[in-house]
């Protein structure tokens, strides 16, 4: 069991910038690939970016490939999403996930083994 603890969400206009990190305790999460999902009211939860544990992998939705950056820190045992020119639609509950694998087979909600409590990013038009 990894902890994940979320922070960096809130409210930005159209075209703004926010950067989400997620600090990891526990279990040792060197070796998990980490990733962040979103989920917006009504709606499932989305998967939108993932990072292995060397950091060689790299995979984004199709709908922030661009615009969002996901980074970790080993030592620090953190993990970022650097988010850019963000849309209205970006608004949703962020989540931190620790996949249950170093490289899962899918990048979807079923591969993972910790979820963060998730924190709030609004984007205003």
């Known amino acids: 069991q990894v902890d994940l603890v979320e922070s960096g969400g809130g409210l930005v206009q159209a075209g703004g910038s926010l950067r989400l990190s997620c600090a990891a305790s526990g279990r040792t999460f060197s070796r998990n690939a980490m990733g962040w999902f979103r989920q917006a009211p009504g709606k499932e939860r989305e998967f939108v970016a993932a990072?292995?544990?060397?950091?060689?992998?790299?995979v984004y939705a199709n709908s922030v490939k661009g615009r969002f950056s996901i980074s970790r820190d080993n030592v620090q045992n953190t993990v970022y999403l650097q988010m850019n020119s963000l849309k209205p639609e970006d608004t949703a509950v962020y989540y931190c996930?620790?996949?249950?694998?170093?490289?899962?087979?899918?990048?979807?909600?079923?591969?993972?083994?910790?979820w963060g409590q998730g924190t709030q990013v609004t984007v205003s038009s």
């Open positions: 990072r292995d544990w060397s950091g060689s992998i790299t």
């Open positions: 996930a620790a996949f249950m694998m170093a490289n899962p087979s899918t990048y979807d909600t079923t591969s993972v083994g910790s």
